[in-house]
């Protein structure tokens, strides 16, 4: 394993370790990009996936379902298999606030304030996530959750 992934991986047991001791999340899959400038990690539960990847100034989390692929492509057949962490909250609380650009400076947002602030954003939600995502619940709420997307991008 390359030594974006190793430390990605060391940051995620660091930041997200409720993840592995209170809700039986597991890695299950480390991937280093082509160019070897990317990461990938799979977490899974006996409910639902969760996708890290990190880019080297960026870090983002997407949910999907035990079905969603273990790949780095968010879409399967033209349909989105993984979602946005931030989207799914927005969703779950039915906030649909226009998004503001951040004023945070884009050096000032290092991969240790993003990961912290990525753990602090699951943890609070993680129950409602899991209850959305449960025995693939999401797919029943599917249509719903891509109309509160459509209409947060139109507003």
Same mark, same amino acid.
């Given at each position: 394993?390359?030594k @974006? ?9 660091? $930041?997200?370790t409720f993840?592995?001791?209170?809700w039986g999340f597991?890695?299950?899959t ?5 160019f070897g400038?990317?990461?990938?990690i +799979?977490?899974? =539960?006996?409910?639902?996936?969760i ?8 870090v983002?989390?997407?949910l999907?379902?035990? =079905? ?6 968010n =879409? ?8 946005? @962490?931030?989207g799914? @909250?927005?969703?779950?609380? $039915? ?6 650009? $951040?004023t ?5 947002r290092?991969?240790?304030r993003q ?7 699951l943890k609070q939600?993680?129950?409602? +996530?899991?209850a ?5 619940n999401?797919?029943?709420k599917?249509?719903d959750y ?6 947060? @991008?139109?507003k």
């Open positions: 394993m390359q @974006i992934c190793a430390d990605f991986h060391e940051l995620i047991l660091k $930041n997200f993840l592995f001791d209170r597991e890695i299950v480390e991937e280093v990009s082509r400038d990317r990461c990938l +799979i977490l899974q =539960s006996s409910q639902m996936k996708k890290f990847y990190q880019a080297p100034d960026e983002n989390i997407l999907g379902t035990l =079905s969603s692929p273990s790949t780095w492509d =879409s399967q057949y033209g349909e989105k298999v993984w979602h946005y @962490i931030r799914v @909250i927005r969703y779950l609380n $039915n906030d649909l606030t226009p998004i503001r650009s $951040n945070e400076k884009w050096s000032d290092t991969i240790d990961m912290a602030e990525l753990s602090d954003m939600n993680i129950a409602e +996530i899991d959305l995502f449960q025995n693939e999401f797919e029943a599917r249509n891509l109309q509160f997307l459509d209409k947060l @991008i139109t």
